[in-house]
Structure formats: structure tokens, C-alpha cells
């Protein structure tokens, strides 16, 4: 699930106006051992896509599904250390009749397609796990998003490297504490031009900044923490998480600004078939 969302309705310079993408994707995948030290794996995902906004005006949500698939390789650099590479295809939506923009005068009201695009993204990353006894997983990843072949978000970013760092620390033989950290550079571009998405709305260059506004990525700071506990259940798994992106801010030209800050928490559950749990397991020892 990815998305970006902001709404502005109560500054009266915005008419209103909001913004939201959201995607949710569908994913199946496959993995092959080639080697004792070398693992290959990919899958393909179907997005369900709905737009809404991000044009001063007159606009309403807009549907449409679209494709991407990734491929990646493992490799152990030894017995402690695996080595990662993945690509990610760029996924294309096409929004119909998703803008309409009020002209003054008499001119014509303009009825617009919206092209997105979530970018082509590149991973590398490193982990390893024989500190401590054994018990201290270390890993670093090393993310690429290549924006400036995403349609519509060309317009308004940069392409964004990511890197991001996590620690696992097994407390005991059913506990893992985890810690992340990640920085991520400020994505927006200093100069923009005239169209987004393939629409030219009024206001020329201000009415990108003011896109740029509504999805501003520039808070370059995260964290995270969580637990793990195996077994909570016979051969289910319980994980729980909680993050946080530090509050930005950012002057988008002299008409435009934006001040971003999230937090977040999660949980999951993971059952495991055809095996003792781990109680069972120590118990067969």
C-alpha cells in the first residue's frame, strides 16, 4: 500500500483544493535458490490507483490500474554476510476526466486526462549477523528513486537517494527488538516549469510550486522501533512497530509553503504451516 495525501480547504487562497493519490497493490511473487550462495526472485503487482486533485479547480476522484514488477538477488558473501540488489519497474496510471479547470471570461471550461507515475526505484543493501554472539543483526540500504522519469511527479521532484539503517537484537529465543533509521534527501526541485501530468493550469509556474506544496517530500529524518515475539500463539508470530518523520518546512516560490510532520505504529501477524513452534522444538531437544 503507498500513498500521498494533503488538504488545504481552509486557506482561502486554495479554493478548496486537495490533494490525494493512493494505490493499493496486489502482489505475487517467486524465488529460486540458483546456488548455494546465490538467490533470485520476482514478482509482479497490480495497483488499483485513485487520484484526486491536485489542480486549483474544479476536480473529483479519478480511477485506473496499472502494473509493475521487480526482480532481485541475494548473494552470502561468506557465512554472516548477504549482499542484496533489486529494480523496480516504473508503474504508469492514467486518470480520465480527472481535472477541470474554470477559465475566466468566456473561455472554455477545460476538461483534462491526468498521467502519475510512481517512479523506477534501484536497491542495494547489506546485512550481517555475527555480532554479539550471533545475536545482533546489522543491515544498510542504499535506495534510488528515479522521479525524473515519473510523469507528473518529474514535474515537482528530483531525483532521491535513501539510505536506511536497521539493527535486530535477539533478547531471547522468542524476542527480536528492532531499531531503524533512515534520511532521505529533500526531493523538490528549486525550478519548475509550466505543466504537470500533462496539464497546463492557470497560473503557470506559481500553480506547480502550489503542487508542489500539496506533496511535498522534504522531511529527511525517520525513526522506527519495534519488537518481535515468535510463537505467540502455536506458530504465529506477533510484530509490533512504531515511527516517526520529523517535522519540515519549506517555502515553495512567494505564494506557496508547507509543513509536514507524520507519526505512525503498526502490527502484524505471521502464521507458519507444516512445523513445531518453538516450544515444541526446544522441547524435542
Not at 535458490?33 to 484526486?52: Q, Y
Not at 534510488?144 to 537517494?161: H, M, V
Request: glycine share 10%.
Amino acid at each position: 500500500m503507498s500513498d500521498a495525501a494533503s488538504v488545504c480547504p481552509d486557506e482561502p487562497a486554495s479554493n478548496g483544493t486537495s490533494a490525494l493519490l493512493s494505490a493499493l497493490e496486489i502482489s505475487a511473487g517467486a524465488g529460486v535458490e540458483l546456488t548455494e550462495r546465490l538467490s533470485a526472485g520476482a514478482n509482479i503487482m497490480l495497483g488499483n490507483a485513485t487520484f484526486d486533485g491536485p489542480f486549483v479547480g474544479l476536480t473529483a476522484a479519478a480511477y485506473d490500474y496499472a502494473l509493475r514488477g521487480s526482480i532481485g538477488v541475494s548473494y552470502q558473501l561468506g557465512c554472516n554476510t548477504t549482499l542484496g540488489f533489486y529494480y523496480q519497474t516504473r508503474q504508469r496510471f492514467n486518470f480520465d476526466d480527472a481535472v477541470r479547470l474554470e477559465l475566466p471570461g468566456p473561455l472554455p471550461t477545460i476538461i483534462e486526462d491526468v498521467d502519475v507515475d510512481l517512479p523506477r526505484n534501484f536497491g542495494w543493501g547489506i546485512a550481517h549477523d555475527s555480532l554479539m554472539g550471533g545475536r545482533l543483526l546489522l543491515a544498510v540500504d542504499l535506495l534510488y528513486k528515479q522521479w525524473s522519469e515519473a510523469t507528473l511527479f518529474e514535474a515537482i521532484y528530483e531525483d532521491q537517494f535513501v539510505v536506511q539503517v536497521g539493527a535486530q537484537y535477539q533478547w531471547s529465543d522468542r524476542v527480536r527488538l528492532r531499531l531503524g533509521y533512515a534520511f532521505a534527501e529533500d526531493a523538490m526541485r528549486s525550478n519548475v516549469g509550466v505543466t504537470a501530468g500533462g496539464v497546463t493550469p492557470p497560473g503557470s509556474a506559481a500553480a506547480i510550486e502550489y503542487i508542489q506544496a500539496q506533496f511535498a517530500a522534504i522531511n529527511e529524518h525517520r525513526i522506527s522501533a519495534g519488537v518481535g515475539i515468535k510463537d505467540i500463539l502455536p506458530n504465529v508470530d506477533l510484530d509490533i512497530m512504531a515511527g516517526g518523520m520529523f517535522e519540515a518546512s519549506e517555502d515553495f516560490g512567494p505564494f506557496s509553503s508547507a509543513s509536514v510532520e507524520s507519526y505512525w505504529i503498526g502490527t502484524g501477524f505471521t502464521w507458519r504451516f507444516g512445523g513445531p513452534c518453538c516450544n515444541q522444538e526446544a522441547e524435542l531437544e
